[in-house]
């Protein structure tokens, strides 16, 4: 409401200094200003330039003074202007609805009194979606309520923490609270209490107790060095303002070359080269140390002197501050060693948000090496996925819902990265959650979020589609039709799972997992000199893989045994691994990319912009594989692997980095084990969560056509897994079963959730993400020239293979055909999981249409022939092709035009050449090349 204000009076000053503590005047005001009038009048935006947040500010009015009178409480501005007539140009609020009469009546009212306003209250803009107050009446619909953090330590006089609470509905609906809790403390003589900030007043340790409409949660409160002061940090204080403000990053500072003749490093992976650019490398420029209001760096950022970047931050803000205060304190460098961070975490972890336009603010907490911690959401960046259903305000943290949907709102501190979810629903919902049984543990947390998200799931599929799936999936075939009348026959209601124990069992499963494997580890030929890899090496390499494998040996043990392999690539086949791939760096890539599905590429030249990783993390890791040598063996074909010396250089230090886990401390010392014994001995360590988690995703994926956290090997904090709860299940499951494949894939297959329709309803058609239904994926380019063959009955033949061998089972990647390059089948060259390419294209369809594929095998086969031979009428025929391509009875309506057609031949030859066309449309239809 920006006024045509009168010059505030001694009366109202007056008035102010003797406000009543908790004047019910006051808070129905309060109502009314908080939800028409302080989004226009807060600091971040203040027209007419009134302030109406905080007793002070409402003192020093606006352009011209106060906004009320309180000696003619009628001709006070704030209540001539909102009375007003609706289509007067001066009437407040501008927009929306003009106040109500009990809304004028309720700041009439706090007027008349004198305006009474409790100490310590701080308004800010409420939203009109917030829910009542406090003492409101108890709403059974609220379940309960939540705070964030659960536990609140204050260490120096300068630390503070804002406390956030939520409602949590019945029906897993949160809304935000943290405005209209009444909040106390147990001792308030050891913190100070605005709102729900707190900051320390004395040592000592307390509890604050969150109360809402009959709802009570508490957080307990340490404090601790309450009277020491805490001194400004260029790297934990300066370096996350320039951060959050987007100052080092590639669009501005931080790029290659910097930006006005002012260079940073990107994302501020070299702390003490940018304190020397801004403090010296131009002297007296950037800092004026005489002045430290009038440093470039305070004024450009404000907005008073012209900057390419525009404002960043207000006059008097936290950053600003910050900024200021450094600078006022000498703008040092930090002295000596100082505490890091570890970590951050954003809170509420999860919010389910009813409607458009609730409001939710994020919190951020960054974790120290000295055991300490600190609220940073003022120091923090925030981005959302999804700003077309949850928009978030990048500085402050404060987010919006909007549209259906679904969005990970990430907050960033200096190097570290967190996301928070948030889901959006209609308000007005018409939805009954669905009571659906669970197969297994895997069903509960799909049914969970599908529950959040307002998703009806599919029903379940019949045992006709199920037997066709499964076996696609499971053993990279079809069906046989005399398999498929026996299950379909059987009565038992647990045929599903006895199918999956016998398919799994099968040397057909483990060779579809030798394959996939193969594609990761690159088993592949190529001679390039000294790096050559000669199909003996080729095939030593996927023959141990296969029998490992079909062996069922822990998958944990197989890697290890890969990634501390040394030896002969005849002698020793996994030291392949380390012939296939000779540089350092990008052989650290591959393990980290394959093995833990993250890529740390971008750590090579900067700390990744989007995930945890740091240039440290990079080069740290490296290190474990500098001392991986090769030398000839006797026969010229062959390598040896082996450990030597080696260290690999920072990029900016140039020193050698001591070896480092990623994610997690490194000891000392790794005792008598080799860097890579040890690498390799934590990599698989059953406290390590990347290793089963990138597994499990991996073996999900290929059983639903999308990972949950996908693509597969872009594990990172910006791209987190749709179902986190899901990846936990399956990864602690992974791990209780040893590392068993086999155990996995029957959870998953069994599940309710892989045995879906593929069928949509209007909640979940959309839905691609949340495994509502079943996807109809296109079956992939070695299985799909199996089935081809098989339903065919014709052989295949591939080099160093006997006839009659299935494209699953090649193993070297060089080895291929037209058909299988055409269908995307992985090169091998790379370890990215795109490779494999299951995109339809026109390419394919007109090597169906028109190639050996599906017409000369018809012929070869004599499929046809031989059933006409046998005096099997047409009928039989059609039914019998259907089976052994589909897996499906043709339906009464397809059987008849069939017939009709093969009745129109002149001749016997001519009927089977029809014949032969039904056979040929069935190879080249949508049911057969895609599993669904």
């Known amino acids: ?393 990048e500085r402050s943290g404060l987010s919006k819902s909007k549209n259906r949907g679904e969005a990970f709102l990430l907050g960033r501190f200096m190097t570290f990265t967190e996301v928070a979810q948030a889901i959006v629903i209609p308000k007005n919902l018409d939805y009954t959650r669905p009571e659906l049984p669970e197969f297994n543990y895997i069903d509960k947390h799909v049914h969970e979020k599908l529950h959040k998200l307002r998703i009806i799931p599919a029903p379940l599929c019949d045992d006709e589609t199920f037997i066709r799936r499964v076996f696609i999936d499971v053993v990279g075939k079809l069906p046989e039709p005399a398999e498929r009348e026996k299950f379909l026959a059987d009565p038992n209601p647990k045929k599903r799972e006895a199918l999956v124990d016998e398919l799994i069992a099968r040397k057909e499963f483990s060779e579809m997992w030798v394959m996939k494997w193969a594609e990761l580890l690159q088993i592949r030929t190529f001679n390039n000199g000294p790096q050559q890899v000669s199909y003996k090496a080729a095939l030593g390499y996927y023959n141990w893989l296969r029998d490992r494998i079909a062996g069922n040996v822990p998958f944990n043990q197989i890697v290890r045994e890969l990634l501390a392999s040394e030896g002969g690539t005849f002698s020793s086949p996994p030291t392949n691994f380390f012939q296939i791939e000779q540089d350092v760096l990008k052989l650290t890539e591959n393990v980290a990319q394959v093995f833990m599905g993250t890529r740390i590429q971008c750590a090579q030249c900067h700390n990744h912009p989007f995930d945890r990783w740091t240039m440290d993390d990079y080069y740290g890791f490296a290190s474990f594989f500098a001392q991986v040598k090769r030398k000839p063996a006797e026969d010229p074909r062959e390598r040896v692997v082996f450990d030597g010396g080696g260290e690999v250089p920072h990029l900016v230090t140039k020193q050698p980095v001591k070896p480092r886990f990623l994610g997690t401390a490194t000891p000392d010392t790794f005792g008598n084990k080799s860097r890579r014994e040890a690498m390799a001995d934590w990599l698989t360590s059953t406290d390590n969560p990347w290793f089963p988690r990138n597994v499990s995703n991996i073996m999900w994926s290929h059983f639903f056509g999308v990972g949950i956290t996908d693509p597969v090997d872009d594990v990172r904090i910006s791209n987190p897994p749709a179902n986190p709860e899901l990846l936990d299940a399956l990864s602690a499951k992974f791990v209780e079963y040893n590392y068993d494949m086999r155990k996995l894939v029957r959870d998953i297959c069994t599940s309710r959730t892989y045995q879906l329709s593929s069928a949509t309803n209007p909640t979940n058609e959309t839905d691609t993400r949340n495994f509502s239904r079943a996807m109809v994926r296109r079956v992939r380019a070695e299985v799909l020239l199996d089935c081809i063959s098989q339903a065919t009955a014709t052989p295949n033949k591939f080099k160093g293979l006997p006839l009659g061998s299935r494209a699953v089972q090649i193993a070297d990647g060089n080895t291929t055909n037209y058909f299988l390059t055409t269908f995307g089948r992985a090169t091998r060259a790379t370890v990215c999981s795109c490779e494999v390419k299951m995109e339809p294209n026109l390419s394919q369809a007109l090597h169906l249409l028109n190639g050996d594929a599906t017409h000369n095998r018809i012929q070869q086969g004599k499929l046809v022939p031989t059933m006409w031979e046998q005096k099997k009428t047409p009928e039989e025929i059609i039914r019998h092709l259907y089976l052994r391509t589909v897996n499906r009875e043709p339906v009464p309506d397809e059987m008849t035009k069939l017939l009709a057609a093969v009745a129109e031949g002149k001749d016997d030859n001519q009927k089977q050449q029809i014949l032969n066309d039904v056979f040929w449309a069935l190879l080249n239809s949508k049911e057969f090349m895609f599993n669904h």
């Open 1 to 393: 409401m920006p006024f045509a204000s009168l010059k505030h009076s001694a009366v109202f000053s007056l008035a102010f200094t003797a406000a009543a503590a908790g004047s019910e005047s006051f808070e129905r005001a309060r109502l009314v200003l908080e939800t028409k009038c302080l989004s226009c009048h807060c600091p971040e935006k203040t027209k007419g330039d009134l302030l109406m947040t905080t007793r002070e500010e409402f003192l020093k009015g606006g352009e011209s003074g106060a906004s009320i009178d309180l000696t003619h409480h009628d001709k006070s501005p704030l209540l001539v202007r909102v009375k007003l007539d609706e289509d007067d140009d001066e009437i407040m609020p501008p927009k929306g609805k003009p106040l109500d009469p009990d809304q004028i009546a309720a700041l009439e009212t706090w007027i008349k009194e004198g305006a009474p306003w409790p100490e310590g209250i701080v308004m800010a803009p409420r939203p009109k979606t917030a829910l009542p107050d406090w003492n409101a009446p108890a709403d059974p619909a609220i379940g309960a309520i939540e705070a964030f953090p659960k536990a609140v330590t204050l260490e120096t006089a300068a630390d503070f923490h804002k406390v956030l609470v939520v409602a949590r509905f019945n029906d897993a609906a949160t809304q935000d609270i943290s405005r209209q809790v009444k909040a106390t403390l147990a001792d308030p003589t050891l913190a100070k209490l605005e709102g729900t900030l707190l900051k320390p007043l004395k040592d000592g340790a307390t509890t604050l107790t969150l109360e809402y409409r009959g709802l009570k949660t508490e957080v307990a409160v340490v404090v601790r060095d309450a009277a020491k002061p805490r001194p400004i940090s260029f790297q934990l204080d300066v370096m996350p303002v320039l951060t959050s403000a987007g100052c080092n990053t590639g669009s501005c500072h931080g790029s290659a070359r910097g930006k006005d003749g002012f260079h940073l490093t990107l994302f501020g992976f070299d702390p003490q080269g940018d304190h020397f650019r801004l403090t010296r490398e131009n002297p007296g420029r950037r800092i004026n140390l005489a002045l430290p209001e009038e440093s470039l760096l305070v004024t450009k950022a404000i907005g008073t002197v012209p900057h390419t970047g525009g404002t960043l931050f207000k006059k008097g803000s936290a950053p600003y501050q910050t900024l200021v205060d450094w600078i006022k304190a000498g703008a040092e460098y930090d002295p000596g060693p100082i505490a890091q961070p570890t970590g951050i975490t954003i809170e509420p972890a999860q919010v389910v948000l009813k409607g458009e336009d609730l409001e939710t603010p994020f919190t951020v907490r960054a974790t120290y090496s000295d055991g300490t911690d600190r609220d940073v959401t003022t120091l923090s960046s925030f981005s959302t996925s999804n700003d077309n259903s949850v928009a978030i305000d």
